[in-house]
């Protein structure tokens, strides 16, 4: 009977020790994936060889965590890495996690050229979501969104009178589109509007991946007193399918870095004021020795 109540003791304790091992283990595999899926939202696409050094675990630890997320239909396995799935490419959440900190920086850039007694567009893209944590010390703004993620976010400022368009809701982009979006749209005029793109092209304008948010965007242009783009870096490197306006209609672009050479000169012969870090650091040097 010792010998049972020793024995039933000492395999309690074995189990207690594994389940915490297992639970550790399991705690750092979820963390080990959430930084995977991270890494696939901000680049596009990963690689194995890269994964496993910036993580420091093997190579076969990273491949088998590729194949559990591919089987829960995170990502899409390729040859030596993985990259987003086809389908979700274009979702509010998978944007919201690429280029996180140069879109912040847009953000916080874009907020400043907003003032008091203002009325804005926000377009529902997450460069102009960005925007909002820096908005809502604004007093008496007007605010039209199509987002309903982003009049969720501005809803309890105080000083701040949220417009939102109706129509058909997309529940990956968080944002309403179509006929009764434009038709609220089509009655408002005189705002600052900021629109996003998915892509850029010197020929072609700003461009966005789908035909509805292309349509509304070029809609909220066409109505306002002034556009400013507002797009990371990464968008000056290739344009998407959907033009929304020509270059004419733009006045400013706001970017986290200053735009390569060409486009420099691009943006410069059209009068297209390009607003950067550096740039509005240059810009507020020049006004202090005025």
């Known amino acids: 009977m010792v010998f049972y109540l020793h024995f039933s003791a000492l395999f309690c304790q074995i189990y207690a020790t594994a389940a915490r091992d297992t639970s550790y283990m399991s705690h750092s595999t979820n963390n080990r994936r959430e930084r995977i899926l991270a890494q696939v939202y901000q680049r596009g696409h990963v690689a194995v060889k890269d994964l496993a050094a910036e993580m420091g675990v093997s190579e076969a630890t990273i491949r088998r965590d590729l194949r559990a997320m591919a089987g829960e239909n995170q990502v899409e396995l390729i040859h030596g890495g993985a990259t987003l799935r086809r389908k979700d490419d274009f979702s509010f959440r998978s944007k919201a996690m690429r280029n996180v900190e140069g879109k912040k920086v847009v953000g916080r850039l874009a907020a400043g050229l907003v003032g008091d007694d203002e009325q804005v567009f926000l377009d529902s893209g997450t460069t102009c979501f960005q925007m909002a944590p820096l908005l809502k010390g604004k007093r008496n703004l007007s605010v039209i969104v199509n987002s309903a993620r982003l009049a969720l976010e501005l809803a309890e400022a105080p ?47 700003p461009t966005a991946n789908d035909v509805e948010s292309a349509y509304l965007n070029r809609l909220a242009v066409r109505h306002a007193r002034e556009t400013i783009l507002v797009v990371d870096h990464s968008k000056f490197l290739t344009p998407s399918l959907f033009k929304i306006v020509d270059w004419d ?7 986290d870095r200053p735009p390569p050479q060409e486009w420099a000169e691009f943006l410069r012969a059209r009068g297209i004021q390009a607003i950067s870090p550096e740039g509005a650091a240059v810009a507020s040097a020049q006004t202090d020795q005025q």
């Open 159 to 205: 000083g701040l009178s949220i417009i939102t368009l109706g129509g058909h809701y997309r529940p990956d982009r968080m944002d309403t589109v179509g006929p009764l979006a434009a038709t609220t749209l089509d009655q408002l005029r005189g705002y600052l509007a900021f629109v996003g793109a998915d892509g850029l092209s010197m020929d072609f304008g």
């Open 249 to 255: 209609a733009v006045k400013r672009i706001v970017t």
